[in-house]
C-alpha cells in the first residue's frame, strides 16, 4: 500500500519560513521523481517544484523561485520543501506526488498525499 504522508503546515507570518515534510511508504522511492504542488481555494492545483530521483537537479515555478527549496534523503525515503521569505499568496494546501518522470502536470504524477495547509497572515 503505497502512503505519501505530509507534514510541517501551519500558519505563519508573512517573511516567515515552514519546513514541509513528506514520508514516502510502500514504494521504491528511488526510482520516482518527488515533486510539490499546492492548491488555494477556488483555484486549480499547480506545480511549485520536484526533484530528480538522485536529487541532482531540481525544477522550481517561478512564482517561488529564491524562496523554496526542495531536496531529498533517499535513505529517509522523505522529500521536503523549505519555503522562505513567505507571501500571504503561498496560501494553500500543499501536497507531495511521485511520478515516473519530471513534469509540471499533475497527470504525470502516479501517487498523492493527502496534503498540508500552510496559511500565511499577512
Known amino acids: 500500500q503505497v502512503q505519501l504522508v505530509e507534514s510541517g503546515g501551519g500558519l505563519v507570518q508573512a517573511g516567515g519560513s515552514l519546513r514541509l515534510s513528506c514520508a514516502a511508504s510502500?514504494?521504491?522511492?528511488?526510482?520516482?521523481?518527488m515533486a510539490w504542488f499546492r492548491q488555494a481555494p477556488g483555484k486549480e492545483r499547480e506545480f511549485v517544484a520536484a526533484?530528480?530521483?538522485?536529487?541532482?537537479?531540481?525544477f522550481y515555478a517561478e512564482s517561488v523561485k529564491g524562496r523554496f527549496t526542495i531536496s531529498r534523503d533517499n535513505d529517509k525515503n522523505t522529500v521536503y520543501l523549505q519555503m522562505n521569505s513567505l507571501k500571504p499568496e503561498d496560501t494553500a494546501v500543499y501536497y507531495c506526488?511521485?511520478?515516473?518522470?519530471?513534469?509540471?502536470?499533475?497527470?504525470?504524477?502516479?501517487?498523492w498525499g493527502q496534503g498540508t495547509q500552510v496559511t500565511v497572515s499577512s
Open positions: 506526488a511521485a511520478g515516473g518522470q519530471f513534469d509540471t502536470s499533475i497527470r504525470t504524477y502516479d501517487y
Open positions: 526533484i530528480r530521483r538522485d536529487g541532482g537537479r531540481t
Open positions: 510502500g514504494i521504491r522511492f528511488t526510482t520516482y521523481y
